[in-house]
């Protein structure tokens, strides 16, 4: 009697359900495997645009360098030649002092209007306007606050511009070595989704798609927290432009 009990206790027994079967897994990956596949040129587009756009930096980098390089040498001219100007122009004054303390205001006067003459004709605008702002206690306009800035104010403007795309090319660098790097995360991904179905036994399988999943959610997490090329819209590369 308790025979039969025990056959009809096991008889109905519910069976355990298997979510993952050797037929959804087969499904999943091929799924993972599509997935993977566009999230790939995707990083590998997206690179390859972080790339372009580091070359024209450091493209722009180096004209921007090399204009104020040449820009800094003619200042540099110009600068030497209003020291001869002022020096010239020093002697002829010094002259009118020494022919007005003889007495001879015509001389003197002439040698000042000599002095002015002659800084109007060679001295260039950075001088004119650095002698304007002299004052009493202050014997050269070369010592006037600011004039050295003057002088080599456009030259500087163009190394800062050089070191700001050169910056912006080495984030583009970094920002492309990092796509570069989620892209052989998915190359792994799909080796593994690949070798899958070369296991026989489903523990194998769930196994290998566990890791390829890991590996497929990570790499996609950290892509997204790398920052898109500058001024990137979507829609200009299918032909419409974003409003």
Known sequence: MSTDKTEITTDTAPEKKVILTEKRVQVIVAVLLGLTALLTAWATWIGSLHGGIQSINFTKSTKLSSEGTATFNSTMQVFISDMMVWNTASDYKLKAKVERMDGNKKEAKLYEE??????????????????KKMDDNTKSPFEVKGVYEMYFKDSENYFKQSDEHLMEGKRDNAKGDA???????????????????????????????????????????????IPLPTGFNLFNYIGFVAK
């Open 179 to 225: 796509y570069n790097l989620v892209n052989v995360i998915y190359s792994l991904v799909l080796f593994l989704l690949g070798i899958v179905n070369v296991f026989k036994d489903l523990f194998s399988k769930k196994l290998i798609l566990g890791i390829a999943v890991f590996g497929l959610v990570v790499a996609t997490i950290y892509m997204i927290t």
């Open 114 to 131: 000599k002095a002015e003459t002659f800084i109007k004709e060679n001295g260039s605008d950075y001088l004119i306007g650095a002698i």
